[in-house]
């Protein structure tokens, strides 16, 4: 079945404890970008990806890292979460061409809370 | 700066007809989506316009005029599964997607 998932779906932790979640996808995309969503905001873009080893910096990229070393991986990491980090954090994959469009894929979410 | 504009809450009654509108001003245009979105879950993929004109799909029809910077999205014989929030997305010269916050649509029996 073609998919992203995430882990954790759920995670609560505190101020400056490094934390990591995974997000891969099965679909061979090349694409593949974070968002967090928090109420009346909308989906803000955190990082994304165009391919292996190429990543930029989305709307919202202060306190996260990502990596893409393999082409179905893009964890996000926070090296020192805040309490402002507290979100619903989703991970996306598309087969994104400039000439065509493809729709984005979208993983279970992750609901992350800092204390 | 990218700005799209979406109504924040909306009310229908099931088996009626809801227009739910999106404008937007953006660097560039490559197309607009709407997806719909569950409490708690993640966004799936409703419509997709890049050309001037109305796409239907079932009970779901989605509406663009690039001139006016406009699109709507229409659902008929509304379902109270169909309580949602309903979000559009332009996808701009960079091709990168610009979310609106969503709209929040309220199904009453």
């Known amino acids: 079945e073609a998919q992203v998932t995430q882990n954790p779906r759920y995670l609560i932790t505190v101020t400056g404890k490094k934390l990591t979640v995974t997000c891969s996808q099965n679909m061979n995309h090349e694409y593949m970008s974070w968002y967090r969503q928090d109420p009346g905001l909308g989906l803000r873009q955190i990082y994304y990806?165009?391919?292996?080893?190429?990543?930029d910096k989305g709307d919202v990229p202060e306190g996260y890292k990502v990596s893409r070393k393999e082409k179905r991986n893009f964890p996000l990491i926070l090296e020192s979460p805040s309490p402002n980090q507290t979100s619903l954090y989703f991970c996306?994959?598309?087969?994104?061409?400039?000439?065509?469009?493809?729709?984005?894929?979208f993983g279970p979410g992750t609901r992350l809370t800092v204390l | 700066g990218q700005n799209i504009d979406q109504p924040t809450e909306m009310t229908a009654t099931e088996g009626a007809i809801v227009q739910i509108n999106c404008t937007y001003q953006?660097?560039?245009?490559?197309?607009l989506f709407w997806y719909q979105q569950h409490a708690g879950e993640a966004p799936t993929f409703l419509s997709y316009?890049?050309l001037d004109g109305l796409e239907e799909k079932g009970r779901f029809s989605s509406f663009l005029s690039r001139s006016k910077g406009y699109s709507y999205l229409l659902l008929k014989e509304l379902q109270m599964k169909d309580s949602a929030s309903y979000l559009c997305a332009v996808l701009d010269s960079n091709y990168q997607l610009i979310w609106g916050a969503g709209t929040k649509l309220i199904i009453k029996p």
């Open positions: 996306a994959s598309s087969d994104l061409e400039r000439s065509s469009y493809n729709e984005q894929f």
């Open positions: 953006t660097s560039g245009f490559n197309g």
């Open positions: 990806s165009m391919n292996v080893e190429v990543t």
């Open positions: 316009n890049v």
